[in-house]
């Protein structure tokens, strides 16, 4: 059993910066990652951190959004950086334990103003 724990949302202002934070309590996960749900669309995949260091991004955050993770701290973070008002969605932090086992988030939610 995995909690996540996520910290980091809030406004900002187009061009600006946040940093997401989600800390696994429990079994430390293979995977983990960040996906964000904007309100009428469907969940996607933001970026994603295995607990070797190999990253997947989505095209859309390339360039600005930074993964990390601290595997001592079981801790992933999410540098979003040139911030856009299409960014402005909740986001939820993931965890994938062994082959199946997948855990969410409560969601932080991040809004972008112009």
């Known amino acids: 059993q995995v909690q996540l724990a996520e910290s980091g949302g809030g406004l900002v202002q187009a061009g600006g910066s946040l940093r997401l934070s989600c800390v696994a309590s429990?079994?430390?996960?293979?995977?983990m990652g960040w996906y964000r749900q904007a309100p009428g669309k469907q969940r996607e995949l933001v970026a994603r951190?295995?607990?070797?260091?190999?990253?997947n991004y989505a095209d859309f955050v390339k360039g600005r959004f930074t993964i990390s993770r601290d595997n001592a701290k079981n801790t992933v973070y999410l540098q979003m950086n040139s911030l856009k008002p299409e960014d402005t969605a909740v986001y939820y932090c993931?965890?994938?334990?062994?082959?199946?086992?997948?855990?969410w988030g409560q969601g932080t939610q991040v809004t972008v103003s112009s």
């Open positions: 429990g079994s430390i996960p293979r995977l």
């Open positions: 993931n965890a994938l334990v062994g082959v199946v086992s997948t855990y």
């Open positions: 951190i295995s607990s070797s260091g190999s990253i």
